[in-house]
């Protein structure tokens, strides 16, 4: 590996939140694709903190939580907060969650999606009043579930090119 | 080594965590939004997604471009000659306005009257949709730069889109009408009754503060008034869609429809207030020069019908 591959390889998980939080708020030809828009800052978080927690941590969930704070215009800090409980939840199952199946992965990470939607649901009623789009919440966790494995296995080939295995990802 | 350092050592995850929730919570309830600080840094958060953001798109925005202007040469043509007669026929007309203008400044400076600022506009492509269940705000492509500034407005040829509530450098955040944080000062055209609208974080908007008995029916245009600061008077907002007379209290409840298509919305313009007026004197006059752009205003129609 180059000198720069060496240098970059420990921030590429972070390096990825970053990008899957500016792909996720790409501004869509229509408004009405909006539903469908996935939430692939989960899916990487999820992917990061269960197989490389030694580059994922809850700083890294607040950090990039709170850029997307910033770029919806919604209250600061509700993603953070939502992301960082996540991830907390994360390591707390995380040797179950590797010893299952990748199938079951799945509606693991769509169960995820709904906490962190309605964790968010709670804290933007709490802060702004209710007003909330069903359509557009139920769409994110589908749209999440079906296009993670696309995402998982992105980040599975960058994690085999860039990255080794961590003897503490069983931790 | 001191229990404290072990403590930490041992709890280093729990600790981080802990701090982060804390930081996130302090984020929501206590630290003010608005402040010039956190201005700049949502201004440089913009700043620097909307570059990665640009960097993705630069091949779609690429191949959209071509293909747009491949198709816009065809009709190029053909508009020439259609433009070329239309102004033709916008001559008298164009003399008419400077003329209302003219008088319409004097009588102004005669009651004393402020002379209501005038605006220029940028046009700024939307590069970026954070929509989600609970806000509704655009990214675009016009920043510090360009002199936008927190509040400026925006606005579709339709009418009122929304106003800048983060500005980067070559990057701003719109809030939306729709957005459940924003707040219009409108009135309706016919009858000048005086409302607000406020967004629901869906596609209809709440009108609120009409007082019972007020001369408001389904279907009136609402435009806004000019008071709080934010928008120039007369630019429209929204159609009443619904009215419910039969509630306690003073005032009714009422939904609106915002006039611009935010499903299409591919471009806006901003509107930047000129800021050194230069008072008039008596021998001044006011003119309409082409750059002067009247539609938003009302005082001219979109597009007249091809002769």
Not at chain 2, 79 to 89: A, H, I, Y
Request: one cysteine or more.
């Amino acid at each position: 590996m180059t000198l720069a591959g060496t240098l970059l390889a420990p921030w590429l998980p972070f390096l990825s939140l970053l990008l899957a939080v500016a792909v996720q708020e790409v501004a869509l030809p229509y408004e009405a694709w909006s539903v469908w828009r996935p939430d692939l800052l989960l899916v990487a978080l999820f992917y990061w903190r269960l197989y490389r927690p030694d580059r994922c941590g809850p700083g890294s969930a607040f950090s990039a939580g709170l850029t997307v704070d910033v770029l919806s215009g919604g209250p600061l800090g509700m993603n953070a907060l939502s992301k960082t409980l996540i991830t907390l939840l994360i390591r707390r199952f995380g040797r179950r969650l590797r010893a299952t199946d990748a199938i079951f992965l799945l509606p693991i990470l769509a169960l995820l999606s709904m906490l962190d939607q309605f964790i968010q649901l709670g804290l933007s009623t709490l802060l702004q009043g209710w007003g909330v789009r069903w359509p557009l919440l139920f769409g994110r966790i589908a749209a999440t579930a079906l296009i993670a494995p696309l995402i998982v296995a992105l980040l599975i080939h960058i994690h085999r090119i860039w990255l080794g295995e961590t003897p503490r990802a069983g931790r | 080594m001191l229990p404290l350092w072990s403590f930490i050592r041992l709890h280093r995850q729990r600790l981080t965590a802990a701090t982060f929730l804390l930081l996130a919570v302090f984020l929501l309830f206590v630290l003010r939004a608005d402040s010039p600080g956190m201005q700049t840094f949502k201004g440089s958060v913009a700043n620097l997604m909307g570059g990665v953001q640009r960097l993705l798109l630069s091949p779609v925005e690429a191949t959209r471009a071509a293909n747009q202007r491949l198709q816009e040469l065809g009709r190029l043509d053909e508009e020439n000659r259609r433009l070329k007669r239309q102004v033709s026929n916008l001559g008298p007309m164009r003399l008419q306005l400077d003329e209302t203008l003219k008088e319409n400044r004097r009588l102004r400076q005669i009651l004393r009257m402020p002379v209501e600022p005038s605006y220029t506009y940028t046009v700024a492509r939307v590069v970026g949709d954070s929509s989600s269940a609970f806000s509704r705000v655009l990214l675009v492509n016009a920043g510090a730069e360009e002199k936008v500034r927190p509040d400026t407005p925006a606005v579709s040829p339709a009418g009122v889109v929304g106003r800048v509530v983060a500005v980067g450098t070559r990057r701003s955040t719109v809030l939306t009408l729709q957005d459940i944080n924003s707040r219009v000062p409108v009135q309706v055209q016919r009858s000048r009754l005086r409302a607000v609208v406020a967004g629901r974080n869906d596609q209809t908007l709440d009108l609120r503060f009409v007082v019972k008995g007020g001369d408001i029916h389904v279907g009136d245009l609402l435009i806004t008034s000019g008071t709080g600061g934010v928008f120039p008077r007369g630019i429209g907002v929204a159609r009443v869609t619904a009215l419910n007379l039969n509630v306690d209290g003073l005032f009714i409840q009422a939904k609106a429809r915002s006039l611009v298509d935010l499903d299409r919305l591919e471009e806006l313009r901003l509107m930047l207030p000129v800021v050194e007026t230069v008072p008039l004197r008596e021998r001044d006059e006011a003119t309409i020069t082409d750059s002067t752009d009247l539609r938003p205003l009302g005082l001219m129609p979109e597009a007249s019908p091809s002769p």
